[in-house]
């Protein structure tokens, strides 16, 4: 690259995907000033260990002081009560964005909050994650290949727009312009469905009367996977449905709407009809994935 | 080993799971004679090009004559009338079994029949697969480190049982003798109604109004792996849901049940409630998966 999108760049409490983001600007981008605030001391040592950065903060304001981009990484419900206590250190050209996984929310409680004091709020989210959580289990590549969904409702100016965009394909990403509402039904239908169902499925194994043993023995590869996500940390995922209550209630009545319709077709014996079931979901699937292929 | 289990091995119609199988008996039964049987040429093709084995039939009642240990890796609706036409060339002291998803349907038609005729038939349920069909995918460690289920409601001698248990961990899986009906029970929990709430998972992705482009550019890891098995072949797993019905209707209604009360959660705004299913499922995975870990 030619120049750099930012200079200085601020991560405010990273966890998994905020640590893999730093070490990720850390690997393509050694020339920027990298600045990590996070509330407790530990994950400040180990960014330090790994030699990810100097730049250290146990004070939030320090940190975004005169940074070019803030990144807002800490769980969602502490980015407005965040914002508020940094808002006197924020330029009024940097940009502010964030990792959060709805987008609504954010921009209609701190993005209106920041841009009504002047600043610059643009809503990212970096489809890329893990069941491990916290900044030990980060590795920079965890959101190569991710696309970064963009929401800016609130009209930042395209050149920003543009400049947030380089920064994050100058990470291996690539991004893609939404609307937040549009944004949020459809990561309730892609990812925070997909979270319950993984959930319900590890819970309904253990529903019926069968000795845990007998579950334990059977147990392989396919329920692996498809129970996987589940692993993932409930408190940010009670706040993630929460916060998309709405988008996800929708998904999930249609899901129960499809089920008493297998349920349907078993109990009338249409075993053509359990066969087309199961091809469509096979073809949903391919098409949704048709990108990766 | 000093003696092995077996010494002239059928596998008859060998897909993915019986082409895994064969390619292990060759990997760690050298000296045994395989010998497969497939409707068509072209896996006997594959199978003579691999070298596995120079021993391939179009006409599976020569495969199975003079054989000591018969597998029967057809789709389970074929294994009656396989039986039927194999059963006069299959040695009173040879073992049959199969490697079909599930058991009560396969004893109540295959296992009896065969019994009344004086043969010795035990259930096998390897529990490993993968959503790639067809012997052209198969590969001998598939099945390394399973566990296979073993059945005999027909009260085959224990000596039999044990002579198929050795074969079976010969190949590295490790057994576990049940009864058919809680072997279909269970597997309804573990690996059916996963497979279902996959195939839903892909097609509650695109029950709602959301553009495809949306889905396919926000679709990542976490919607890859909950949805993975879905991909495996439709008409397979329309017989496994047809002939494990009831035990698979049980399953899915306790799951619609348990969204039904995770909806209730999200509309009563019970915050706790929700975090409190989440972490449920969480350790109701860890422990299953216990074993494993």
Request: glycine share 8%; net charge negative; hydrophobic share 40%.
């Amino acid at each position: 690259m030619s120049k750099l999108p930012f200079e200085k760049i601020c991560i405010l409490g990273p966890g998994l995907l905020g640590g893999s983001i730093a070490m990720a600007v850390h690997q393509h981008m050694p020339e920027c000033e990298l600045r990590i605030w996070a509330r407790r001391q530990q994950p400040l040592d180990f960014v330090r260990e790994c030699g990810i950065t100097e730049h250290t903060y146990t004070d939030a304001r320090e940190a975004a002081r005169g940074a070019d981009l803030i990144i807002l990484a800490t769980p969602i419900g502490a980015f407005e009560e965040l914002s508020r206590y940094i808002l006197s250190a924020v330029a009024k050209e940097a940009i502010i964005t964030d990792i959060g996984s709805v987008k609504a929310y954010v921009h209609r409680t701190t993005g209106a909050m920041l841009t009504s004091r002047g600043r610059c709020f643009i809503g990212s989210h970096p489809m890329a994650g893990a069941e491990t959580p916290g900044i030990e289990n980060a590795f920079a590549d965890l959101i190569k290949g991710a696309t970064v969904a963009l929401t800016n409702p609130h009209g930042a100016p395209e050149a920003k727009l543009q400049q947030l965009a380089a920064f994050w394909e100058a990470l291996g990403t690539s991004t893609y312009v939404m609307d937040p509402a549009n944004h949020d039904r459809t990561v309730a239908r892609i990812s925070h469905c997909p979270h319950i169902l993984a959930a319900l499925c590890a819970r309904g194994a253990t529903l019926g009367q069968e000795p845990m043993e007998d579950l334990q023995r059977l147990a392989a590869s396919g329920f692996r996977d498809t129970t996987r996500v589940c692993s993932g940390g409930a408190n940010m995922w009670a706040d993630i449905l929460w916060e998309n209550d709405v988008a996800v209630r929708s998904a999930l009545h249609d899901c129960v709407n499809d089920l008493h319709h297998l349920i349907d077709l078993l109990e009338t014996q249409d075993k053509e009809g359990v066969r087309q079931w199961l091809i469509a979901a096979k073809n949903a699937r391919e098409t949704i994935r048709e990108i990766d292929n």
